[in-house]
């Protein structure tokens, strides 16, 4: 240690923080080599090149990238961030990359573009300082494509760090004559998602909140846990953070490894949105239950909500059957189940044949029925690039014929809880509308909002039918679930 003038002793000299992390005394360091790349941002970049090449799902890789490379919990959650971030705003990335580059994005390397997209997000979308973004894409970019590419890249990150967020918004937006066309662009959704949202915005009578919700896609959703109810312990519960604000159930979770807290526990606590467990609970709880019932889970799988059914239907006396088509999801739902301390029945056939195979079996059926899941930008922000309008007009068939089944499976008096991590009124309001209508007088709506909020925790804001709920990840911080509760004439 040296001494200063004034005979005091000097601390060794410790550069700033970069990416938020201390960095050791420069005398303690090793010069990295000239095309090294953080582990965080290549883990980063091979997630998004993974769903660009593959279709890969980012919540389900990234977890198993991040383990791989051994990441400490700083260099994770830079990871999650920049992974998340970029995919989330890849549309109005894309679109400055274009104004930087003078070319359509189409015209560049698939990989220099991903390269690009995450150096864009470093430099307008985070604290990352221009010259980590600037240098560290290049040497990615020297790594995943040719020499060549490394000084394209570096040209069009510096021409973007030169001109901050604001004014590339005013240069993205420039001449866009369209308003949904407008937030389409500063959102970074496509333009047919944003008005399916202002559609099921309307319907409530609060098409004013568009650019709310649009906004909330774009933030991190926090991290939920569920307290399977008569099964977690105290200790189990000690380890969970605040209350969720709505579901009995669940929890806030402050910090740490959600994933070795479900290890930890047996299963007994797990990670699940809280709009979920208000759609399962919703059923549950719709009436006393009462010893004997017969429940089903038509679509469980990956078996979030089969779970907390389980636990519930156990506390009253009932029994639960879980169905789920694709064996490979079913596996997942037989794994989430595993917490129970009874087996629980996983089938695996067609649940559009269900009303044949099993008529009025049934006290309680919840169809979990797939969907585009436009719900859950927040937690699968890849999925915005991914669906297509088609993909509305291909399920409606599908979920049509699978509440058509449960109906029928319906004993009767028996109730259906139809939910879709979906607020397209295609998937949600025109798909009961049609099953109701069919059922020539049959089927009823209860009171799915009075029931809802019978037993969340603090007053809920929904508006509109009382016969249906949707939650907002704007307005009630939950996946945008879509919940209501038929039941069938005694």
Not at 375 to 395: N, Q, S, T, Y
Request: aromatic share 4%.
């Amino acid at each position: 240690m040296s001494a200063d003038q004034g005979g005091r002793q000097r601390q060794p000299r410790v550069s700033q923080p970069r990416d938020g992390q201390p960095r050791r005394p420069a005398s303690a360091r090793r010069a990295a080599p000239v095309d090294f790349v953080q582990p965080a941002r290549r883990v980063a970049y091979d997630v998004i090149a993974a769903v660009r090449e593959s279709d890969a799902y980012a919540n389900l890789l990234l977890p198993t990238r991040i383990q791989r490379a051994a990441l400490n919990t700083a260099d994770a959650a830079f990871a999650t961030e920049l992974t998340y971030g970029t995919l989330r705003m890849q549309g109005f990335y894309d679109r400055v990359i274009a104004l930087a580059a003078n070319r359509p994005v189409d015209k560049i390397d698939p990989a220099i573009l991903d390269v690009l997209r995450l150096g864009t997000h470093q430099l307008l979308g985070t604290r990352v300082a221009t010259h980590a973004a600037v240098n560290e894409s290049v040497s990615l970019a020297k790594q995943v494509g040719s020499q060549s590419a490394t000084g394209f890249c570096n040209g069009v990150l510096r021409t973007i760090s030169r001109t901050s967020l604001e004014e590339w918004t005013v240069q993205v937006l420039a001449g866009i004559d369209s308003v949904d066309e407008r937030l389409a662009a500063e959102f970074s959704h496509p333009s047919w998602v944003v008005r399916a949202f202002r559609q099921a915005l309307r319907a409530e009578g609060r098409e004013t909140e568009l650019e709310d919700l649009l906004a909330a896609d774009n933030m991190a959703a926090k991290v939920n846990m569920v307290a399977l109810p008569g099964l977690a312990t105290n200790d189990d519960l000690a380890l969970l953070g605040q209350p969720d604000e709505f579901a009995p159930t669940g929890f806030v979770l402050d910090g740490g490894d959600p994933y070795h807290l479900m290890s930890e526990s047996g299963g007994r606590v797990r990670v699940q949105d809280e709009g979920s467990q208000i759609a399962a609970l919703a059923l549950s709880r719709a009436r006393p239950i009462l010893a004997g019932e017969r429940w089903l889970d038509l679509c469980a799988g990956p078996g979030g909500k089969a779970a907390l059914l389980a636990a519930e239907a156990r506390a009253g006396g009932a029994v639960l059957v879980a169905n789920e088509l694709v064996p490979a999801r079913a596996a997942l739902v037989r794994n989430a189940l595993a917490a129970l301390p009874e087996p629980i029945p996983v089938w695996e056939v067609d649940g559009t044949l269900i009303g044949a195979t099993h008529p009025a079996t049934f006290d309680r059926i919840l169809l979990d029925a797939p969907c585009t899941g436009l719900g859950a930008l927040r937690r699968r922000p890849e999925a915005r690039w991914r669906k297509k309008p088609k993909d509305v007009a291909d399920l409606a068939g599908l979920q049509s014929g699978l509440i058509d089944a449960a109906l029928v499976a319906l004993k009767p008096g028996g109730i259906l809880a139809y939910v879709t991590c979906s607020p397209h009124t295609a998937e949600t309001r025109a798909i009961v509308a049609l099953a109701v209508k069919k059922s020539a007088g049959t089927v009823t709506h209860l009171d799915t909002a009075a029931i809802v909020q019978s037993f969340s925790a603090a007053n809920l804001d929904l508006p509109g039918d009382t016969g249906s709920v949707q939650l907002w990840p704007h307005r009630h911080g939950t996946d945008a679930m879509f919940i209501t509760l038929l039941q069938r004439a005694e």
